[in-house]
């Protein structure tokens, strides 16, 4: 018996389990096979707990130490004991959604670099970089959702992030045969699961982490108290902490498989210091990502006083839940990207994220017109201004607004 269990615990950590899962994980749903799986997986069920060594807000480290230390990601300034912490690890990419009856989000203000683009009809979700503004204390994270492939693009720009999300757009069918869905229901250029199973990404012990398949409780967790009466697709939530020890279990730490640190390979933007302007020329951007969604139509007001941009979404003021603070950035970013869809019956939309396109850059009150450019899906994105110059950031929080262009 012990020989038996010894091969099943080998097989369940190889990648073609992990394949298994994906591709035939919801058919065992429906021979009642998966519901002890699941049942393990996600712990708590619909009694809302959450992990007690979750995010409590005590910071573990000193904050008023002198900040001397720049992040590679967004070239924000933090303490030296901060930074040796993110050394030991790598960031978290994390699908958060944007639906208006899961809002507010939860651990937004502590991303170092959010994406911000359509997952399906007008309705907005994040891509969001967590690394050096979590150092000092464990943040809750989310609400976590399901990924389109897009948001793959722009997180392989940080090499092999510890990629969290809940599901993603699949061809995988219970009641279907095969487990399959009919051809044309999901397009293949837009199936989540394919892509991150080709990138080496998804299997069980792989940099995806997948909440319902292969991560569970204590490291995410449905929390139905968070708000009251959300429905269940609303209430995945995370922790930033065990996130990163569970990468780091995984052999996803600060070092590669091959010893070296993963921002040897990184490429990261330049950076300068903020120069707060008393005469903004740009003190506000607004803009729709679709028509007839107001919900999602957003809003940047410049803040002379602390140099940054206040969001606001659907007329109201953007807040995260658990800081109680309004969501703001150092540099907003317009990228005018191409739209085409729906290429399936599921109403899937594709979003281009190689070769070049229209940018707005906004900072210090500023605009500054340009492009930007990505030459691969996993290669860096850079922007430039109209003599061809690469754009350098103000120093802080980056948001990117994908906007489809026309």
């Known amino acids: 018996m012990k020989e038996y269990l010894a091969k099943i615990k080998k097989f369940t950590s190889t990648r073609t389990f992990m394949l298994v899962v994906s591709f035939l994980g919801l058919f065992l749903v429906s ?29 573990k480290i000193n904050l008023n130490l002198p900040k001397v230390e720049s992040c590679p990601i967004n070239g924000q300034m933090f303490t030296k004991a901060e930074k040796d912490i993110w050394e030991t690890r790598r960031p978290i990419a ?19 670099v959010v994406y911000e683009a359509v997952a399906e009809g007008g309705i907005t979700r994040f891509l969001t970089v967590f690394y050096c503004d979590t150092s000092a204390e464990d943040v809750r994270i989310g609400p976590i959702r399901s990924v389109r492939v897009y948001y793959i693009d722009w997180a392989q720009e940080y090499g092999l992030p510890l990629f969290v999300h809940s599901g993603g757009a699949n061809n995988i069918c219970s009641s279907c045969p095969r487990g399959i869905k009919p051809k044309g229901d999901v397009a293949t250029e837009v199936d989540a699961f394919k892509k991150l199973v080709v990138l080496n990404w998804r299997y069980a012990q792989g940099n995806s982490m997948d909440a319902g398949t292969n991560i569970g409780f204590p490291i995410v967790w449905r929390d139905y108290e968070r708000i009251p009466g959300a429905a269940t697709e609303h209430t995945f939530m995370g922790s930033s902490d065990k996130l990163f020890e569970e990468g780091t279990k995984r052999g996803f730490g600060y070092n590669d ?17 903020g120069k707060t302007s008393e005469s903004p020329t740009a003190r506000e951007i607004s803009f729709s990502f679709w ?41 907003v970013i317009i990228q005018f990207t191409k739209e085409r869809g729906p290429v399936d019956k599921e109403g899937h939309m594709i979003y281009t994220t190689t070769g070049t396109g229209k940018a707005l850059v906004f900072q210090n009150g500023s605009v500054l017109e340009g492009t930007w450019s990505k030459e691969t899906q996993a290669s860096r994105t850079k922007y430039f201004d109209s003599k061809g110059k690469e754009i350098s950031l103000v120093k802080g929080k980056i948001w990117l607004e994908i906007v489809p262009a026309g």
């Open 291 to 331: 028509d007839n969604k107001p919900d999602y139509d957003v809003k940047w007001v410049y803040d002379s006083a602390k140099n940054v941009y206040l969001r606001f979404n659907g007329g109201k003021e953007y807040v995260d839940m658990d800081t109680k603070t309004q969501l703001a950035a150092s540099n």
């Open 31 to 59: 021979v009642g096979i998966s519901v002890l799986v699941f049942t393990f997986i996600l712990g708590r069920g619909k009694s809302g707990a959450t992990p007690s060594t979750g995010a409590d807000g005590k910071s």
């Open 257 to 273: 498989a091959k010893g070296k640190p993963w921002v040897n390979s990184f490429t990261s933007w330049k950076f300068v210091d």
């Open 94 to 112: 994390t699908i958060i959604e944007n639906h208006v009856d899961s809002r507010p989000p939860s651990g937004l203000s502590r991303a170092d």
